[in-house]
């Protein structure tokens, strides 16, 4: 079992950065792909990043390649999404979310391809 705990969210203006959190529970954390998804009010949850074991491969969702970058540290069960250049179409409830697979190399993924969720963080941007 994974537990997942997303933070840092909050309201932020166009143009602006965020940085947001992730922190894992359990042991076998670093074997897992991680992922952050989103979904904005009335739509549904959509990829954003993912990222592979070690960190070596990342892979974006076109709406924000460029502008967002995946990290992780495994010796402290951290996941991190730093968002810059933020537009109101960024705001949505922000999800961490683990993939019980090891990859060596990351690409898009889909809601049911994992298998752990956190509860989200809000994130909002005003123009």
């Known amino acids: 079992q994974v537990q997942l705990v997303e933070s840092g969210g909050g309201l932020v203006q166009a143009g602006g950065s965020l940085r947001l959190s992730c922190a894992a529970s359990g042991r076998t954390f670093s074997s897992y792909t991680m992922a952050w998804f989103r979904q904005a009010p009335g739509k549904e949850r959509e990829f954003v990043s993912a990222?592979?074991?070690?960190?070596?491969?990342?892979y974006y969702a076109d709406s924000v390649k460029g502008r967002f970058t995946i990290s992780r540290d495994n010796a402290k069960n951290m996941v991190y999404l730093q968002m810059a250049s933020l537009n109101p179409e960024d705001t949505a409830v922000y999800y961490c979310?683990?993939?019980?697979?090891?990859?060596?190399?990351?690409?898009?993924?889909?809601?049911?391809?994992?298998?752990?969720w956190g509860k989200g963080t809000l994130v909002t941007v005003s123009s």
């Open positions: 990222i592979s074991w070690s960190g070596g491969s990342t």
């Open positions: 979310a683990a993939e019980q697979v090891f990859r060596s190399i990351v690409r898009g993924l889909s809601n049911s391809d994992m298998d752990y």
